[in-house]
């Protein structure tokens, strides 16, 4: 999977890009708040139509952008003009020997746009396995260090990235649970026969969809320890035992008698207290919990290790690996985990950011200076 060509128009502080990507290695060089991140971000914006940062659609807009002929999607075959206030991210791709042209439109209000190969897609779910991408960034630590729902998004990106249809049982599951939390708010905590029925109904769907979510969850783990534990190696450079269990306090009951013994306890409070939403991923090394016992250096190494893991999932089960985006990553790695994950970087195309220049052993096919957002290339 390559990324060839990137278009950027009116995205963050980029008026107006237009990119060749070689194979191998891209490395994006540039003092911090000049706009390495946001190329980056624009290439991920293409797989997933998310932010990798989180960021709302209304912060990736430029703000002094002006409505022109240049703002067009597809100018000429399939052309439509953006609304006032667009950001256009288009991207030539070659997705598994098949030739992709993703164009995208983000608007400051309304629904994201996008058309592959000029054909306009009505759900953003037909995007998935297009393109794909395996980000790397100094937050990684908050998946060893963050909250269970660190955990659960990364999980789910992956199980998502190794078969899109997962896409349906995650968002399935978002939706029934903001229908019954809604439910569960507008019963003031009152058990009534119409409150009792519905939520009997919506139990119903929850445990339908929330059990076939962590059936997914955990087939995915499965997938990803051989590789997390031999990721754990190369970047420690040490033996290790790291393995990740899934942690669900209501599977010795079954969701549906979970979901019925904290009924009281769900009006009362208003919200839903069991099922895949509250789950966890432990991670442990050499027996201990990582979140707990291990050093700061050992963290960065176990989340080093889960993206490395899932990359390497993702292009066994898939045949092609995702483009790798490494954003300043180097910046919070020491020497001796930076020369560590240059050396065993997986094969395929890969973009660098870093404020610090480039870690040793890192050999790019094109360097790009950014200054104010302002590009210049040196190719090898």
Do not use: C
């Not at 909250?147 to 990106?157: M, Q, T």
């Not at 306090?249 to 079954?254: K, M, S």
């Not at 020369?339 to 997986?346: K, W």
């Amino acid at each position: 999977m390559r990324l060839r060509q990137l278009w950027i128009t009116n995205f963050r502080g980029y008026e107006s890009v237009d990119i060749e990507l070689p194979e191998g290695l891209t490395a994006v060089i540039g003092r911090n708040g000049h706009g390495k991140t946001n190329l980056a971000e624009a290439v991920g914006w293409l797989a997933s139509l998310k932010s990798f940062r989180g960021a709302p659609t209304a912060a990736l807009i430029r703000t002094d952008t002006r409505v022109t002929d240049s703002n067009a999607v597809d100018p000429g075959v399939g052309e439509y003009v953006p609304e006032i206030g667009s950001a256009i991210i288009r991207g030539d791709i070659d997705s598994s020997g098949r030739d992709v042209l993703i164009e995208t439109e983000i608007p400051r209000q309304g629904r994201v746009r996008a058309q592959v190969n000029r054909q306009r897609l009505t759900r953003s779910r037909d995007l998935l396995g297009l393109f794909r991408v395996s980000v790397f960034s100094p937050e990684d630590l908050n998946l060893v260090k963050g909250s269970p729902g660190e955990r659960r998004a990364y999980l789910d990106d992956v199980l998502v990235d190794l078969h899109p249809k997962n896409d349906k049982l995650r968002t399935d599951v978002e939706r029934i649970l903001k229908q019954r939390n809604a439910l569960l708010r507008g019963a003031g905590g009152r058990l009534t026969e119409d409150v009792k029925l519905t939520l009997d109904v919506w139990d119903a769907k929850l445990t339908e969809s929330g059990e076939a979510l962590v059936a997914a969850r955990r087939s995915a783990l499965e997938t990803l320890h051989p590789s997390l534990a031999q990721s754990y190696d190369d970047v420690a450079r040490e033996p290790a035992e790291v393995y990740a269990t899934y942690r669900s306090d209501w599977e010795h009951l079954g969701l549906a008698e979970a979901l019925l013994a904290a009924r009281k306890d769900d009006l009362r409070r208003g919200v839903t207290t069991v099922g895949p939403h509250r789950d966890d991923i432990e991670i442990m090394l050499n027996g201990l919990s990582t979140r707990s016992h291990a050093s700061q250096g050992e963290q960065r190494s176990v989340a080093l290790s889960l993206r490395l893991a899932s990359h390497s999932s993702v292009t066994e089960v898939t045949g092609a690996p995702p483009v790798l985006l490494l954003d300043d990553v180097f910046s919070e790695l020491d020497p001796y985990r930076s020369a560590a994950l240059v050396e065993y970087l997986p094969k395929g195309q890969a973009i660098l950011t870093s404020a610090a220049g480039l870690p040793p052993g890192a050999e790019p096919a094109l360097t790009i200076e950014v200054a104010d957002h302002e590009l210049r290339m040196k190719p090898q």
